[in-house]
Structures are given as C-alpha cells and as structure tokens.
C-alpha cells in the first residue's frame, strides 16, 4: 500500500532528488523520507541533478493504481482517451466534462504520482479566462494537480496568466495533435528552418511559468536544443533521449492495440494476447461445462 500522507507540520516532504526513485518499481528505495507525492518541484530537481523521471497516460482507476504502484512518477489523464478509450478517430472530439470523469477515476486510483489532466480541443482557445475556467474545473472536479495545454508561443500570456492563478501547466509543443488538420496530418515537426520556432516557443512558454515543456515527434538533435535551452524538465514522446522524463500512451507501452505501431513506442507486453487468450478459456469453459465449478457456486 501507498504511505498514508501525514501532516506537513508534521513530517515534510522531502524533496531530495534521489529519492524520486520508484519505491516499488526496480528504482531504489530511501528508507529516509520517501516521497509522499511527486510534486512539480520534484520533477524540476530531476533535472537539475541529470536523473530521468516516468510518465504514462491512464484514463481509468485500476491503469492509475498499477502504474503509481509500479512507481511512475506522473500519471496523464491524455486527451488521447479519444483515441483509446473512447473509439474516435482523432483527440479532437473529447468533451471537458469526459476529461473530468477519466481524471476523477485516474486521481482516486493514484496516491504518489503527480497528476496531470490535458485540457481538450475547444477549452482554452477562446481566451484566457476559458483556459483559466476549465483548468479550474479539472482540478476542482477532476481533483488533477496540474494541466497540459498544446500550442506555442502564442499562449504564453495565456500560461502567465493560468500560472499566477495557481495552476500548474505543463506546456506541450513541436506535433500538437489538436492540430493534426491545421498541421496537415501525424508529422515530425521542427526539422531544418521549423526548429528554431520549436525552441523560442519552449522558452517562451518556460519563461511564462510552465513547470514543464513536452515535445512530441521533434528530431533528437532539436529536443536537446530545447533541453538545453529551458531550465525547466522537459518531456519527450517521439523526441529522442535527452529530455528529463519520457511519455508513452499506455495501451501502446503495455501492447494493447493492434494496428500501427509509431515508431517511437516500445511495447513492453502483449497485453492483446493475454487478454485475448484469457477471453478465450473463459469462452471455450463456459461452453464446455467447466466454469462455474463446485467452488465457485453458492
Ligand atoms: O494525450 C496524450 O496522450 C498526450 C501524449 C503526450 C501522450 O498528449
């Protein structure tokens, strides 16, 4: 089980760099003073001490309770529950009340790790104060620690703005799949003349207070650029190896769907087949006789 919180008068958190390691994962363990809750500020000392951080997506309670006790140390509740949970084709048509109710789920499942909702197409582009409102509605209903918004530069004042309010945002840049119409499809963005927009858009969004700037499909050598030129940790999906954390959607990490496979996603299971193998015995047993058994009738 996860360490109850306690009091902050009474024990603090510690914010000791090496003791971001997962406390049940392969990661070492403080006996000290472990971790209660990743907290942004946890993330930022990743990066200055050159250590590497976790996160997957999880859109549901039991995905949020593994994946915290395995010790991944941010869970995001991804817009891409479109795409993965809901059966859309792109992220574009998630509702914010939906993002709501995959975050409650994922926050009353996780204990440790640092929680992060997207705010979805069509909730924060009209101004500020829409950005501000359902920031709020995230947090205050969906009970998320911070929010990821796509786009660049352009929102900083946006972010600004979000920040001095309170919330913690997690910028996120280079293929904005929100866009993927606007950007004329999945593309690797910021190669050749295009990675000098990428970088400034970084620094401006870390300059406006963004705890955190995630790149998606940028090259490599553009993603160290970016790494190199914010102080704030940096996350990659599709973005080579130097950003401070890594991102990967987890119905791709575990091997769950089937069909296109983007190059930057490893599979660490084949989840299909074990789920698929499962369905079958219980199929071929109930059709057979052989379930219920005795012991598991009344
Ligand atoms: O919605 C999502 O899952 C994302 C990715 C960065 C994984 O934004």
């Known amino acids: 089980m996860v360490p109850e919180s306690t009091p902050e008068s009474s024990t603090p958190e510690s914010d000791t760099p090496t003791e971001l390691a997962a406390p049940y994962g392969s990661g070492p363990v403080s006996p000290a003073a472990p971790i209660k809750r990743i907290r942004t500020h946890h993330l930022q000392a990743a990066k200055n001490n050159g250590t590497k951080f976790a996160m997957l997506t999880a859109y ?3 995905a949020a309770q593994i994946f915290d006790e395995a010790g991944i140390e941010v869970l995001l509740i991804g817009d891409s529950a479109a795409n993965n949970v809901l059966g859309y ?5 998630i509702t914010l009340d939906e993002m709501i109710i995959f975050s409650r789920a994922v926050s009353s499942g996780a204990h440790r790790a640092l929680i992060v909702a997207d705010l979805p197409f069509g909730s924060y582009e009209s101004s500020t104060a829409q950005a501000i409102d359902s920031s709020v509605r995230l947090m ?6 911070a929010v990821k918004m796509e786009g660049g530069a352009y929102y900083a004042d946006t972010v600004r703005a979000m920040t001095a309010a309170g919330i913690p945002v997690m910028a996120h840049i280079g293929f ?3 866009s993927e119409h606007a950007l004329g499809g999945y ?3 910021g190669r050749g003349e295009a990675a000098q927009p990428v970088i400034d858009d970084a620094v401006a969004l870390a300059e406006a207070g963004a705890f955190c700037v995630l790149m998606e499909m940028v090259p490599a050598d553009v993603a160290a650029a970016v790494d190199a030129a914010v102080a704030v940790p940096t996350i990659g999906i599709g973005a ?4 401070t954390g890594q991102v990967l959607v987890w119905q791709d990490m575990a091997g ?3 069909g296109h496979i983007a190059k930057f996603v490893k599979q660490y299971a084949d989840l299909r087949t074990v789920l698929s193998d499962a369905a079958k015995a219980y199929g071929d047993d109930v059709r057979n006789g052989a379930f219920p058994g005795p012991e598991h009738s009344f």
């Open 89 to 93: 084709e792109t992220s574009l048509p």
């Open 240 to 243: 080579g190896k130097s950003t």
């Open 176 to 178: 904005t799949p929100q």
């Open 256 to 258: 769950l769907r089937t």
């Open 187 to 189: 593309r690797v963005q």
């Open 60 to 62: 549901d309670q039991y």
């Open 140 to 145: 205050k209903e969906g009970l998320v620690h």
